[in-house]
């Protein structure tokens, strides 16, 4: 599938589409200089001695070939390019539909002064524009107004850097390439019926719904629940794995929530000292969360995730579909964990939520895209979570010992929410955080449907020894993350546990 960008002469499609292309791992094709190499001169000359008819024919004939099955599927080694469009490669409804049905397009916006700015440094090589380069612009786009307003993935580039430009087109295409732990693609998209595993993992639950998908795949099916995410669980799946016929060369296919791709990936991880895995995650939490970043694990009765490993999947693809058979509670569940991004470093986001669940429902599709790009920036950084990935812990230090005081009552999503508050409240105790941080938190919180106060029959003195054996331990304290602000957060390090609670 490939990647078009297009838009207006001067809109940055071939100095972002590079970039993109760098970002995501993937070939860059500028359709002009496929067209130039064809004609065996530059576009001014063939426009020049054939006129634009001509040159749009030719266009359209060097898009067709870039879109042939065979073409697609050298490109990338199958995973598609990033192409750079003309400003009216489109024009041509044959030419639209071809490029919307091999991928998808974004139009590059920007205002007139910002192309102008561009377009001013090299305006002879752009024929329609030569001479009154502001006034022939100005007609252009009133011309195309229509056609360009027509397109419904766009992006104002205005005030951004290429490379936020660049970064903002991979959450609108919903792709990703990670390379900090192990090389790997996460995208949003359609599950194919036909993925490339031996073996699935699901759960009852989502079997239910979700295992028609994948027919083609021998499954295991296993009982849903945190509470089943534990060595017995990961003992049955080796076994199942060996039964089988599973080798170092095979791959598991995990088709669930956050359980479901913690215990996959563990058991991935260990079986024949490591195989590789697909996450195909069914739920919120797991698609903006657990299916990201490589961490897998099992709980102990002492704790959660204490047993585990770094073991990414090959492949994440996150399909927002697959959330409308969730339960609202689930839906919740998994907005706390997007209010968590939103508060680490995305305010944008984090505003998004507070407009209820009502419209995060309407806008899921960019509720999931944003959210993991957050927790994907962060993870790039700092895969083994030396230093700055720790900051994807907020709320989890209190929220794992809340959730499992409750004994799983609560859902992991509604004890990060009130983890979350709570650790703010304690920022702005010591001085950490503005005053009025944890009221911000929890007023959006609240307003999604989730709890945000420690209730009343979860005993804070069985929370203390849980909090202790957490996993960011060191020497003695336990590293939390704490907000400064909407956007920002700091990693403190806390001697006594009392103080947070």
């Excluded at 192990?182 to 239910?208: C, F, H, M, S």
């Excluded at 049955?236 to 060996?242: A, E």
């Amino acid at each position: 599938m490939h990647l078009f960008l297009y838009g207006p002469p001067g809109a940055g499609k071939t100095t972002i589409g590079k970039i993109l292309a760098r970002n995501l791992n993937l070939p860059f094709v500028d359709l002009d200089r496929i067209i130039e190499a064809n004609a065996e001169k530059p576009i001014p000359q063939i426009m020049n001695e054939q006129g634009e008819t001509a040159f749009r024919d030719l266009e359209a004939s060097a898009l067709k070939a870039l879109c042939s099955p065979l073409a697609e599927n050298k490109q990338g080694g199958g995973r598609g390019a990033v192409v750079a469009l003309g400003g009216g490669a489109l024009l041509r409804d044959e030419n639209r539909a071809l490029a919307e049905s091999s991928g998808k397009v974004i139009l590059l916006m920007a205002g007139l002064e910002t192309l102008l700015e561009r377009l001013e440094r090299d305006s002879e090589k752009r024929p329609l524009l030569a001479g009154d380069v502001r006034g022939k612009l100005t007609s252009l786009l009133e011309t195309r107004e229509e056609h360009y307003a027509s397109f419904p993935l766009k992006l104002h580039v205005d005030g951004k850097s290429a490379e936020q430009s660049a970064y903002h087109a991979q959450m609108i295409f919903g792709r990703h390439h990670l390379s900090a732990m192990g090389e790997y693609d996460v995208r949003v998209g359609q599950i194919p019926n036909l993925l490339p595993g031996d073996l699935i993992v699901t759960d009852e639950n989502v079997a239910k719904y979700h295992l028609q998908k994948l027919p083609h795949t021998p499954a295991i099916i296993l009982p849903p629940g945190e509470e089943h995410k534990n060595l017995e669980t990961v003992s049955r799946l080796w076994k199942s794995f060996l039964q089988h016929g599973l080798d170092r060369k095979s791959t598991v296919i995990a088709l669930g929530g956050g359980v479901i791709s913690d215990l996959t990936g563990f058991a991935a991880s260990t079986y024949m000292r490591g195989i590789a895995w697909i996450a195909v995650p069914t739920t919120l939490l797991a698609m903006v969360d657990a299916s990201l970043g490589g961490k897998t694990g099992i709980d102990l009765p002492e704790g959660k995730n204490l047993i585990g490993s770094f073991h990414p999947p090959k492949l994440v693809l996150a399909d927002p579909s697959l959330l409308l058979t969730l339960s609202d509670r689930e839906l919740r569940s998994g907005m706390a964990e997007v209010v968590k991004h939103g508060v680490i470093s995305d305010p944008e986001l984090f505003e998004m939520c507070s407009r209820g669940m009502d419209w995060a429902k309407e806008n899921i599709q960019t509720i999931v895209k944003r959210a993991m790009a957050v927790k994907i920036q962060v993870i790039e950084q700092d895969p083994y979570e030396k230093d700055i990935r720790a900051a994807l812990n907020l709320g989890h230090t209190v929220g794992h010992a809340v959730e499992l005081v409750s004994g799983f009552k609560l859902s992991h999503g509604e004890a990060v929410a009130i983890g979350m508050v709570t650790e703010a409240k304690y920022a702005e105790r010591i001085g950490i955080a503005r005053k009025g941080v944890a009221n911000m938190i929890g007023e959006v919180l609240s307003q999604l449907g989730l709890p945000v106060e420690i209730p009343n029959d979860i005993s804070r003195e069985e929370m203390i020894p849980l909090m202790r054996v957490d996993k960011k331990r060191s020497a003695g304290s336990i590293r939390f993350a704490l907000p400064v602000e909407i956007g920002r957060v700091e990693l403190v390090e806390v001697d006594v546990l009392e103080d947070v609670l």
